[in-house]
């Protein structure tokens, strides 16, 4: 444990310094707190699955919901993460202080006008959905991310300010915390207490709560190279637009992505009713688990390619950049070729319940087919980042409200029969080569704009 908190101090040497050294300092800790994450994911799928059929698709459902409910805090999250790098780069502390104070207090305010908005359209958006058959058993599992959404906002906050500051151990002992609890207390809330799905959901709020508690002690004993102090703890307009410069793209790019994943399930629904919607969202906890090298590796890179823009080290962000990218390919090319053949014994894990083994066959389908974009899918988060780091925040959450519209018309015509072949099938097919083809677009303008840029400042 002393290893994994070691000082601050060193933690920013290693942020300023070697780019290599940096990212492989962040993406082990990184990768082991986004698998214990994603272990928790399954986890939750394990324990609901043997709830029965209905509440695995009230799960599929719902989680769309949830994605909605935390985009804020996601975007205000990578805001300070590029934001923080990026002054205490330019060596700047001070600012970097009131830039994490700043978004402590923005997480619990933007928590809770989220939940309120929630409360109030979650009807009319079950409704949309035509999923009014499981409609008690969504509002079951919303339930208590609603109420303590405040918390789960702060929580994914702090993960961002400590990554700001190249404090990857400590945010990874924050993420893990939340979710080795919520495994815990998962089977305790859901079966022994009798709560059902409802406890699925409490037991996760109830986690980050803790952890986030975990994670502000260290503030306030000064245990951090920037610093939450009394005089910083206010609401600052500098301080908060620049963080916003890049958080509210990044907001209104993950309010894109979770409505798009929210509106096209009205086609899945009409292509393959509820259970089309399983179908479709099971083989992701499977891609998802295998992608996380890649996200741990954006997540590492974003902090070091912008503390190099703030030294105004261009050749270096660069190079941080680009390294990250070859990383990410070659484990996400052995990891898809893993997925293809072993896709029928991964997708049987969610499948032990009666009513859920006649699924294994078409799971195991859907999983071979959505394993293909699994490397671009990669490559289009370092992509993102590294124009996050650029402050070009804006470019892909453009791109991503294009490729929604392009999305969403070719599911409408797939579902209402338009394409000429099974509406579910096509819908499959046309999400496999969007996400293959977006992939090498935002890779590609991240490496145009960075070219650019070290063009514009010679």
């Given at each position: 444990m002393v290893k994994l908190l070691r000082s601050d101090g060193s933690d920013l040497e290693i942020l300023l310094g070697d780019h290599k050294k940096a990212i492989r300092s962040m993406f082990v800790p990184l990768l082991v707190a986004f698998a214990v994450i994603e272990l928790n994911q399954f986890v939750d799928t394990f324990w609901i699955s043997g709830l029965g059929k209905t509440a695995s698709e009230a799960i599929s459902v719902s989680i769309s919901f949830y994605g909605l409910l935390m985009c804020a805090g996601m975007g205000i999250a990578i805001g300070a993460t590029s934001s923080i790098a990026f002054r205490l780069g330019k060596g700047d502390r001070e600012t970097a202080g009131s830039m994490a104070s700043n978004a402590m207090i923005l997480s619990v305010a933007v928590g809770a006008v989220s939940a309120a908005v929630m409360f109030l359209f979650l009807d009319p958006a079950l409704w949309i959905l035509g999923a009014e058959n499981i409609k008690q058993e969504c509002w079951d599992y919303m339930i208590?991310?609603?109420?303590?959404?405040?918390?789960?906002?702060?929580?994914?906050?702090?993960?961002?300010?400590?990554?700001?500051?190249?404090?990857?151990?400590?945010?990874?002992?924050?993420?893990m915390s939340a979710a080795l609890l919520n495994m815990a207390l998962d089977p305790l809330f859901i079966y022994v207490f009798?709560?059902?799905?409802?406890?699925?959901?409490?037991a996760t709020g109830l986690s980050a709560l803790i952890a986030l508690l975990i994670g502000l002690r260290w503030y306030l004993k000064g245990?951090?190279?920037?610093?939450?102090?009394?005089?910083?703890?206010?609401?600052?307009?500098?301080?908060?637009?620049?963080?916003?410069?890049?958080?509210?793209?990044?907001?209104?790019?993950?309010?894109?992505?979770?409505?798009?994943?929210?509106?096209?399930?009205?086609?899945?629904?009409?292509?393959?009713?509820?259970?089309?919607?399983?179908?479709?969202?099971?083989?992701?906890?499977?891609?998802?688990?295998?992608?996380?090298?890649?996200?741990?590796?954006?997540?590492?890179?974003?902090?070091?390619?912008?503390?190099?823009?703030?030294?105004?080290?261009?050749?270096?962000?660069k190079a941080a950049g680009l390294y990250a990218?070859?990383?990410?390919?070659?484990?996400?090319?052995?990891?898809?070729?893993?997925?293809?053949?072993?896709?029928?014994?991964?997708?049987?894990?969610?499948?032990?319940?009666?009513?859920?083994?006649?699924?294994?066959?078409?799971?195991?389908?859907?999983?071979?087919?959505?394993?293909?974009?699994?490397?671009?899918?990669?490559?289009?988060?370092i992509g993102a980042s590294l124009l996050q780091a650029m402050k070009k925040a804006r470019i892909p959450m453009y791109f991503d409200l294009i490729w929604a519209i392009i999305r969403l018309i070719l599911f409408a015509l797939s579902a209402y029969g338009f394409l000429g072949i099974d509406p579910f099938q096509g819908i499959m097919l046309i999400m496999v080569t969007l996400n293959t083809v977006g992939g090498f677009i935002v890779m590609s303008l991240a490496i145009l704009h960075m070219n650019r840029l070290i063009r514009s400042s010679q």
């Open positions: 208590p991310f609603i109420a303590m959404a405040p918390a789960l906002m702060a929580h994914a906050v702090l993960g961002g300010i400590l990554r700001g500051e190249g404090a990857a151990r400590k945010s990874t002992v924050i993420q009798g709560m059902g799905i409802m406890g699925a959901g409490f245990k951090t190279a920037v610093r939450m102090d009394r005089s910083n703890f206010r609401l600052s307009r500098a301080a908060v637009g620049e963080m916003m410069n890049v958080g509210v793209p990044k907001t209104m790019q993950d309010l894109i992505t979770n409505f798009t994943v929210f509106a096209q399930r009205i086609f899945i629904i009409i292509a393959g009713g509820t259970t089309g919607v399983l179908i479709y969202n099971y083989p992701f906890r499977i891609t998802s688990l295998f992608n996380l090298p890649g996200k741990a590796l954006e997540n590492s890179m974003l902090p070091v390619a912008s503390s190099a823009y703030g030294q105004k080290d261009l050749q270096k962000m990218l070859k990383l990410t390919l070659c484990i996400s090319l052995v990891s898809a070729a893993f997925i293809f053949i072993f896709a029928e014994p991964l997708m049987s894990i969610f499948t032990y319940e009666g009513s859920m083994g006649p699924m294994l066959p078409c799971l195991s389908l859907a999983l071979r087919l959505i394993c293909v974009s699994v490397p671009f899918m990669a490559i289009k988060g």
